[in-house]
């Protein structure tokens, strides 16, 4: 089922349907590496955006093509181990009338974060 038929208003409905395919990934060990955690999410289904915070480190947001793909991974990784630590693992969310995490294309420096 397209968008268009669930949405009287598809642009708005687009913007809501990227939030729900990403998820926030936090209390990571800080020596993860992108490639660590695509490795892992990958296995719930296709990646359309890895992003690592590195300064400070210990959170990523991940993006999949497919929203069930992103609840799987959700529901397959938390309270697991990812490196040292257990990874908390949440459907990303809206603050400040923002999308959450970066998206390609902008300025994200020092943010305060997109959970």
């Given at each position: 089922?397209?968008?268009?038929?669930?949405?009287?208003?598809?642009?708005?409905?687009?913007?809501?349907?990227?939030?729900?395919?990403?998820?926030y990934?936090?209390?990571?060990?800080?020596?993860?590496?992108?490639?660590?955690i695509?490795?892992?999410?990958?296995?719930y289904?296709?990646?359309?955006?890895?992003?690592?915070?590195?300064?400070p480190?210990?959170?990523?947001?991940v993006?999949?093509?497919?929203?069930?793909?992103?609840k799987?991974?959700?529901?397959?990784?938390?309270?697991?181990?990812?490196?040292?630590?257990?990874?908390?693992?949440?459907?990303?969310?809206?603050?400040?009338?923002?999308?959450?995490?970066?998206?390609?294309?902008?300025?994200?420096?020092?943010g305060?974060?997109?959970?």
């Amino acid at each position: 089922i397209g968008l268009q038929y669930l949405c009287p208003l598809p642009h708005r409905c687009l913007i809501l349907a990227d939030m729900v395919q990403r998820v926030y990934l936090g209390n990571l060990d800080p020596r993860c590496t992108k490639e660590e955690i695509s490795d892992e999410c990958s296995r719930y289904g296709r990646l359309s955006d890895v992003w690592v915070a590195r300064n400070p480190a210990g959170f990523a947001f991940v993006s999949f093509e497919d929203y069930r793909d992103a609840k799987e991974c959700m529901d397959g990784l938390s309270g697991q181990m990812l490196g040292n630590q257990r990874v908390k693992i949440e459907m990303a969310r809206n603050q400040g009338g923002r999308m959450a995490g970066p998206q390609s294309g902008g300025d994200y420096g020092g943010g305060g974060g997109g959970r």
